[in-house]
Structures are given as structure tokens and as C-alpha cells.
């Protein structure tokens, strides 16, 4: 009997571990164009920064570029607004751009979607 109630209790702790991996991934996998996207209060300091410190700057900081980034700085305002086409063909792995980030897969949609609002506004330093 003890046996039997070990059993199901392993079997039951391992289907509940193996939905909540599958909800994080499905998360992971279409995090896109859910509700959750802020498609209006888009900013450099509030969008753009965050995004390029969480997915670039290890290989594109001031310090690291010249190392692992090719050279090409994506910490300050201006280097980031010399180089916004460079960066949207990277992120969205279109035209010949390098896809960005290296070895690192394609971004979720709404980064893509805000990094596109902020240089369809101009790029501004806001
Ligand atoms: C692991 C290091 C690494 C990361 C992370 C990384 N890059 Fe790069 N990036 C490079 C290297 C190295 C190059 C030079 C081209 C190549 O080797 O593909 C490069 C090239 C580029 C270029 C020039 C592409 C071209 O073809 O002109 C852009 C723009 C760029 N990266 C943007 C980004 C952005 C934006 C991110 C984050 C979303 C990012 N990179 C993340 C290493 C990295």
C-alpha cells in the first residue's frame, strides 16, 4: 500500500513540475503581443536602455565593445541613435545585418515593436 501511495504522489508532484515548466516556456516562446506590451509610454531611458543593458551591453558597453562587440558601442544616446537602422535590421534579422543578439536568439516582439516606435518618434533622448 505504501508502495502504491509513493508512486502516485511521485507521479502526480511530476506532472504538476512539468506544467509549470510548460507555462514558463509558452511564456518565453509568445510573450509578443500580449496586453502586457506598452506600446505608448515608449522611451529611450524607459524602453530602449533597459532593453540594450539587458541584451546587448555585456558584448557593447564602452568598456567591452572594443573586445567582444565588434567595436560598436551601444551604451550612450548618441552612438545608439548613429546607428538605429543598423540595430533594427540586427534585432529583427532582416536585410544583412548580423542577427542581435549574438548567439542569443531573436528578442521578444514587443522590444522589437518598441525599439521601432521610438525610432519611428525621431530617436529622441527622452
Ligand atoms: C555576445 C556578444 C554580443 C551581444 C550580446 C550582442 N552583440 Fe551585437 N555584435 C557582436 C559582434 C561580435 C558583432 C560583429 C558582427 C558579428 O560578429 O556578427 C556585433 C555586431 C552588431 C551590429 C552591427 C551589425 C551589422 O551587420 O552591421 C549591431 C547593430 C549590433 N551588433 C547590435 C546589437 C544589439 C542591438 C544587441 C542586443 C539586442 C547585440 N548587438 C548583442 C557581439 C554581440
Known amino acids: 500500500m505504501n508502495h502504491k501511495y509513493l508512486i502516485i504522489v511521485t507521479f502526480v508532484t511530476i506532472l504538476l513540475a512539468a506544467g509549470s515548466c510548460y507555462y514558463d516556456n509558452e511564456e518565453a516562446l509568445y510573450p509578443s503581443l500580449n496586453s502586457s506590451c506598452d506600446t ?3 522611451t529611450f531611458s524607459g524602453k530602449i536602455v533597459p532593453m540594450l543593458a539587458g541584451n ?3 558584448c557593447h558597453s564602452n568598456s567591452m565593445a572594443a573586445a567582444a562587440g565588434n ?3 551601444l551604451q550612450d544616446y548618441t552612438d545608439v541613435k548613429a546607428r538605429t537602422t543598423a540595430i533594427a535590421g540586427s534585432i ?5 545585418y548580423s542577427p542581435m543578439p549574438k548567439n542569443g536568439g531573436t528578442l521578444n516582439a514587443c ?3 518598441q525599439f521601432d ?4 518618434k525621431g530617436a529622441p533622448n527622452n
Open 92 to 96: 529583427k534579422h532582416t536585410g544583412t
Open 117 to 120: 516606435i521610438w525610432v519611428n
Open 40 to 42: 505608448t509610454n515608449v
Open 71 to 73: 567595436g560598436i558601442r
Open 56 to 58: 546587448c551591453l555585456s
Open 111 to 113: 522590444l522589437i515593436i
